[in-house]
């Protein structure tokens, strides 16, 4: 019984000098190192930043100009909606004008278009300028236009290609509207002219045989024999 208290008594000095060597080991600098390592330990873990009033105006501005550059790609691919519809676009007043036109030039314009629709399934005749007659391809584009600009329109694809009054207009700038030429038979002047409706389609009088329709400009066949395009419909050349 004496040598179980010796023993414990043994234990419990071993014990308390242990604890004492720890306080003692604690000093300044060692709480200091582990201020230092939690820290560095906070400062690896990813933290997740809340959105300030600045951050989030940036943000809105970044995501409207995106939705306007798709705009413009949208109406420099030639798909132009009715006036009534264009607030999608966010652009500015003056320049929706400069891109589309104005509100009589798009109405005047959505007319031509529905006379060329109103011809699809007619017969291709040479020489034909009538719903009666049947059309040919720059016969079918007299047709439509011949009310709606304030000079004579050309009667040929190649006199209509050369006609200064017009605009000349690039590929990636195509309109709904505008006349597209191609080179079928010849090849220094185009021999033959369309109506570009937009979103890659034009609508033609193609060949004897075949009635009027719609085509697609990006088929291999039209891109090898694309001319040029031209803008007929303006501000400048819309007839009071």
């Given at each position: 019984m004496q040598k179980k208290v010796v023993a414990l008594c043994l234990l419990l000095s071993l014990s308390a000098q242990g604890v004492n060597a720890t306080a003692k080991s604690d000093t300044p600098s060692t709480k200091l190192q582990r201020e230092h390592n939690?820290?560095?330990l906070w400062?690896?873990?990813?933290?997740?930043?809340l959105p300030t009033k600045s951050t989030s105006l940036s943000l809105a501005a970044t995501v409207k100009k995106h939705?306007?550059?798709a705009s413009l790609a949208l109406l420099n691919r030639g798909i132009?909606?009715?006036s009534h519809e264009l607030s999608w676009a966010l652009l500015s007043?003056?320049?929706?004008v400069r891109e589309t036109g104005s509100p009589q030039l798009l109405a005047t314009l959505?007319?031509?278009i529905e006379i060329?629709?109103?011809?699809i399934g007619l017969p291709y005749r040479w020489g034909g300028q009538t719903p009666n007659q049947g059309f040919d391809c720059s016969g079918l584009v007299w047709f439509a236009f011949r009310h709606y600009v304030n000079w004579p329109l050309p009667r040929t694809a190649s006199t209509l290609f050369n006609d200064k009054r017009m605009s000349v207009v690039t590929a990636g700038r195509l309109r709904r509207g505008d006349l597209i030429f191609f080179t079928i038979h010849r090849q220094n002047t185009p021999d033959h002219v369309g109506v570009y409706l937009g979103n890659q389609?034009?609508?033609e009088a193609p060949r004897t045989g075949l009635a009027i329709r719609i085509s697609q400009l990006d088929a291999p066949f039209w891109q090898q024999h694309f001319a040029g395009a031209r803008r007929v419909l303006t501000e400048t050349t819309l007839r009071d």
């Amino acid at each position: 019984m004496q040598k179980k208290v010796v023993a414990l008594c043994l234990l419990l000095s071993l014990s308390a000098q242990g604890v004492n060597a720890t306080a003692k080991s604690d000093t300044p600098s060692t709480k200091l190192q582990r201020e230092h390592n939690r820290l560095r330990l906070w400062q690896q873990v990813p933290h997740r930043e809340l959105p300030t009033k600045s951050t989030s105006l940036s943000l809105a501005a970044t995501v409207k100009k995106h939705q306007r550059q798709a705009s413009l790609a949208l109406l420099n691919r030639g798909i132009i909606p009715g006036s009534h519809e264009l607030s999608w676009a966010l652009l500015s007043p003056d320049e929706l004008v400069r891109e589309t036109g104005s509100p009589q030039l798009l109405a005047t314009l959505e007319k031509v278009i529905e006379i060329l629709q109103a011809q699809i399934g007619l017969p291709y005749r040479w020489g034909g300028q009538t719903p009666n007659q049947g059309f040919d391809c720059s016969g079918l584009v007299w047709f439509a236009f011949r009310h709606y600009v304030n000079w004579p329109l050309p009667r040929t694809a190649s006199t209509l290609f050369n006609d200064k009054r017009m605009s000349v207009v690039t590929a990636g700038r195509l309109r709904r509207g505008d006349l597209i030429f191609f080179t079928i038979h010849r090849q220094n002047t185009p021999d033959h002219v369309g109506v570009y409706l937009g979103n890659q389609q034009f609508i033609e009088a193609p060949r004897t045989g075949l009635a009027i329709r719609i085509s697609q400009l990006d088929a291999p066949f039209w891109q090898q024999h694309f001319a040029g395009a031209r803008r007929v419909l303006t501000e400048t050349t819309l007839r009071d």
